[in-house]
């Protein structure tokens, strides 16, 4: 059940960006948009069309907030692969944009698509005048220097200095670097359900930390050709990760337990909340 509800979401997420990045034309910079999110888990989009549906809003509605978390990550992931940031070449399986083009045209490709997250979050369809106001606030938030802008800043400053973060400060980066962008479409949901966010924030932070360590435990035994990207980075750069830090037992226990958060959060939604329990559960068994 759970597969066919994030196979059915991926799909109606491809589709809504084609439709509306039809507009754009057939430039480089549009091309590399499309490109650019392409493909990809888009858990991010299923938690807000997931989040939403628990408050019985219209799919048609909510797949605004999907697509636009997706383009926003898209973004990030386009700025974090080059050559000044993580300069990787192998992004979801293919080239990266600054490896198929260049690296202007990826600089481009990744201020379009943040600015198009919030034009599809401005759309009348969207929500009402407030819902809308409040998406584009709280995603602008997560996404700039409360959120994933600071945690790649402070990821940055760190391996510049050569610090070895401790637990709390990796936890810290990493609730910022990854876990605000998973922790806005729950927020997402609530927004548009009219309900208190509280326990979907709960839920979220919990699993968006539990994706980062699934993440370092990939780095260490995953498959490279799986994961469609380079694997072992970290360790090779003597960065800090939840595996150095705990051990690879250890970061895996850690996971668990903050499943079993994320599902005690969900309490308040009954059955309801089977799918999103599932999601946890994905999360940390993924192999990319």
């Known amino acids: ?5 994030l196979t059915d ?5 491809a589709g809504f960006l084609t439709d509306t990045m039809a507009q754009l034309g057939s430039d480089r910079v549009a091309e590399g948009m499309r490109y650019a999110t392409n493909g990809g888990k888009r858990l991010r989009g299923f938690l807000a069309l997931e989040s939403a549906a628990l408050f019985d809003v219209a799919p048609e509605q909510a797949i605004h907030a999907a697509a636009a978390v997706e383009c926003l990550h898209a973004y990030s992931l386009v700025h974090d692969d080059l050559p000044c940031m993580d300069d990787d070449d192998l992004r979801r ?3 990266t944009v600054h490896v198929k083009w260049d690296e202007p045209t990826a600089v481009l490709v990744g201020d379009a698509l943040q600015c198009f ?8 369809s969207a929500g009402d005048a407030d819902q809308r106001i409040e998406l584009v606030r709280s995603l602008a938030r997560a996404s700039g220097a409360q959120g994933m802008v600071l945690g790649q800043a402070q990821d940055i400053a760190a391996e510049t200095a050569g610090a070895m973060l401790d637990l709390d400060q990796i936890t810290e980066l990493q609730g910022n670097k990854t876990g605000a962008l998973i922790e806005w479409p729950a927020h997402a ?3 548009l359900g009219r309900a208190d966010p509280a326990p979907l924030r709960h839920y979220a932070r919990a699993i968006g930390l539990a994706f980062q360590i699934a993440d370092d435990i990939l780095d260490v035994e995953g498959d490279a050709d799986l994961a469609g990207k380079a694997l072992r980075k970290d360790a090779d750069a003597g960065k800090a990760t939840f595996v150095s830090l705990l051990g690879l037992d250890g970061a895996k226990a850690r996971a668990r337990t903050l499943v079993e958060e994320a599902e005690t959060a969900l309490a308040p939604f009954g059955k309801r909340g089977e799918t999103l329990k599932a999601l946890a559960r994905y999360i940390i068994a993924r192999d990319r």
Do not use: D, S, V, Y
């Open 1 to 5: 059940m759970f597969q066919t509800a």
């Open 9 to 13: 979401a991926q799909a109606r997420i």
């Open 189 to 191: 949901g609530a927004i």
């Open 93 to 95: 399986g293919q080239p």
């Open 117 to 124: 997250a919030f034009e599809l979050l401005a759309a009348p």
